[in-house]
């Protein structure tokens, strides 16, 4: 019976190192981020104290949506940190 010739493989070569040093976070990020968390607690705590008519009159309780939604912004914006 005949023998099967052998299959030569290549050798491993390992992928390059990355020679990237440590990443920097952009210059706005951190002010935005917690002008963001900061300026919803503001809208939320406004919004109790003056009776859900400010600080924009008309929409009533959506004021309190408004506050969360920068909040979770801000929160948003963490992920990108490094």
């Known amino acids: 019976m005949p023998e099967s010739r052998s299959r030569k493989k290549p050798?491993?070569?390992p992928p390059p190192a990355k020679a990237d040093g440590p990443?920097?976070?952009p210059r706005w990020l951190v002010p935005v981020m917690l002008g963001l968390m900061v300026l919803g607690l503001l809208w939320i705590v406004a919004t109790y104290l003056l009776g859900a008519e400010y600080p924009i009159p008309?929409?009533?309780q959506w004021n309190l949506a408004i506050g969360f939604a920068l909040i979770i912004a801000g929160f948003a914006?963490?992920?990108r940190w490094h």
Do not use: D
């Open 11 to 13: 050798a491993y070569v």
């Open 58 to 60: 008309g929409i009533g």
């Open 23 to 25: 990443k920097v976070n």
């Open 77 to 79: 914006l963490t992920t």
